[in-house]
């Protein structure tokens, strides 16, 4: 049996409680970021998680909960993104965004597409596809910057693996 | 009168006041390229200021918080189209000493409308006017790469004055405290202006109001014309 237009309300709005949480440390991260060059790809990153999250607070709507309506996620995941909002260093900040936060997401955006019935809930699909277009852009201007600026891509990589791991770990965002 | 200055990297010389930067007369050969090395970190300060409306306001209404995510967005690629042609010019970053006077100014206050009134509705309004004044004397001059890149922002900025019109509204309604609260911010706003800029930063600063541009970006009729009678004194 496949998900319940409940099940896909819950999820949807824990993704965009998610996608709020990210756009507020993107915030935070910009002044206190010395590198120029960090802010302003963040000032457009900022942008770009805000729309996501627009599109899926639409989307709780349509399924039946209040129009942009978050849910907390999972206890695990919200620590996870606790932690990695107190980050202070710019490489670690970036590492743990760009190589953790965002390919953990794909994960679960590709799991919750395997799941989902696409007819049934053609919108989510689609919404979710569109995201997954825009975080690979994100991902790959991060990237960009790392090269361009290799400073920045300078992190403990036994930190980076741990984080990883961490966030593999957790098998459900939802609460 | 100031909260704490957001980062720069070693590239910058931060100054607190505007003397202490370099000020170069009209015709100066250095004039065009350090007024957009100073125009690109206001644009950071404003992309900064944007930023942290968005996380220190979590409670704010979603629709504020979206139109904020974009004037980040808008912010950065002003501070890009500034850098660009800066360094087409052959200007480095770092070149000139910046002012991070806005940021310092705006965050000190602890209510979005209050922060709304002077950053959108003050500082970027005022920049209506200098901008709409700059794309006529950039095409006086022959620059037509400058005139577009002013052309490009101010539609941006009408954007952002517009959303913040419409909230302050909105937010004062709601609340009638809040305009006290802007009342004062702006008091405070003025003063601090003053003691960043001095009498040397405003002497001799003169253009009209852009009334087109601010009834286009929510300003009443009546406002619009007080704020041109208010500069054509000043003149």
């Not at chain 1, 824990?14 to 302003?40: G, Y």
């Not at chain 1, 909960?65 to 932690?83: M, T, V």
């Not at chain 2, 704490?4 to 007369?25: L, M, Q, Y």
Request: contains cysteine; hydrophobic residues 40%.
């Amino acid at each position: 049996m496949g998900l319940s237009v409940q099940d896909r309300g819950r999820t949807v709005a824990t993704f965009r409680h998610i996608h709020v949480e990210m756009m507020e440390t993107l915030a935070q991260w910009t002044p206190s970021a010395p590198e120029m060059e960090v802010k302003l790809m963040l000032g457009e990153h900022i942008w770009d998680v805000a729309q996501n999250a627009d599109a899926l607070g639409k989307r709780t709507r349509e399924l039946r909960l209040p129009l942009q309506h978050s849910i907390k996620p999972a206890d695990p995941y919200a620590g996870l993104l606790a932690d990695i909002r107190k980050e202070a260093d710019t490489a670690r900040r970036l590492g743990s965004f760009y190589d953790v936060l965002l390919p953990g997401l794909e994960s679960r955006f590709r799991a919750y597409l395997d799941q989902t019935d696409e007819l049934l809930d053609g919108p989510t699909v689609r919404i979710l596809q569109q995201i997954q277009d825009v975080q690979s852009r994100m991902m790959k201007q991060s990237r960009k910057l790392r090269a361009e600026l290799p400073e920045l891509g300078k992190v403990d990589g036994e930190w980076l693996k741990a984080l990883t791991r961490r966030e593999s770990q957790i098998a459900s965002v939802v609460a | 009168m100031f909260a704490p200055g957001p980062a720069r990297d070693s590239r910058f010389v931060v100054k607190e006041r505007w003397i202490e930067c370099a000020n170069f007369p009209i015709g100066h050969p250095e004039q065009v390229g350090q007024f957009l090395h100073r125009q690109m970190n206001e644009e950071v300060d404003s992309l900064e200021s944007s930023a942290r409306n968005l996380s220190d306001f979590p409670d704010a209404p979603w629709e504020i918080r979206l139109h904020l995510a974009r004037q980040c967005a808008d912010e950065a690629r002003h501070a890009r189209m500034f850098r660009r042609l800066f360094e087409k010019r052959d200007g480095k970053v770092g070149q000139y000493p910046v002012l991070n006077f806005q940021y310092r100014i705006i965050t000190q206050f602890n209510s979005l409308a209050a922060r709304l009134a002077i950053q959108n509705r003050s500082f970027e309004a005022g920049g209506l006017d200098a901008i709409t004044d700059s794309i006529r004397q950039a095409r006086e001059d022959g620059d037509l790469e400058l005139a577009e890149l002013y052309e490009a922002q101010v539609a941006d900025e009408i954007s952002h004055v517009r959303f913040a019109n419409e909230w302050i509204r909105t937010l004062s309604e709601g609340n009638p405290a809040n305009l006290l609260r802007i009342a004062q911010a702006m008091q405070t706003a003025s003063l601090a202006f003053v003691a960043v800029m001095g009498k040397e930063g405003v002497e001799g600063v003169s253009y009209p109001a852009d009334r087109e541009g601010r009834l286009e970006a929510g300003f009443t009729r009546d406002e619009v014309e007080i704020t041109a009678k208010l500069m054509s004194k000043d003149a």
